[in-house]
């Protein structure tokens, strides 16, 4: 079984990503006399739009057998064996996470471990997880 659950995008994450890429392209405009300092533009801020949407479009949970895959972009993956899940609890918290939005999904493995995450189909992913592990504990919602 491979299941695949995309994560829910803020609106607040979409208006950034635009701005920045406005911002981008308007520096650029701008900077067309200095190639310095167009080439740092270019180079440091590009940089940041590319990561910014690598983010937003490769940011995923995927369920293949008894492994919990999380990624958000290229900086973060991690493999998660669902047997280690404890809990599950709903939460709406700001903490660094691979998720985009502030309605997460806390997942408690090991004795003090979480990792929070925001699937756009949440019940559809608590189902599934509990379907590899009926032990897991589901708290609130």
């Known amino acids: 079984m491979k299941k695949v659950y995309k994560s829910k995008v803020a609106n607040w ?6 701005i ?14 200095s190639t310095w300092i167009l080439l740092i533009d270019v180079v440091l801020v590009g940089i940041g739009v590319l990561m910014l949407y690598d983010i937003l479009l490769h940011t995923d949970y995927t369920i ?16 998660l064996p669902v047997s280690d ?8 918290t700001i903490l660094s996470s691979p ?5 997460r999904i806390g997942l408690r493995y090991g004795k003090k471990r ?4 925001s699937p756009k189909d949440q019940d559809g992913f608590i189902s599934d997880l509990k ?6 504990e589901v708290l609130g919602n």
Do not use: D
Request: one cysteine or more; aromatic letters at 20%; glycine letters at 6%.
């Open 131 to 136: 379907s590899v592990n009926p032990n897991i």
């Open 85 to 92: 899940i404890t809990e599950i609890t709903h939460k709406s």
């Open 114 to 117: 979480w990792i929070y995450v």
């Open 13 to 18: 994450y979409i208006w950034f990503c635009a």
């Open 99 to 103: 998720a985009l939005s502030a309605k």
């Open 64 to 79: 293949i057998g008894q492994k919990l895959y999380i990624r958000c972009g290229f900086l973060f993956k991690m493999q």
């Open 20 to 33: 920045l890429t406005v911002a981008f392209f308007g520096s650029i405009y701008l900077c067309y006399k």
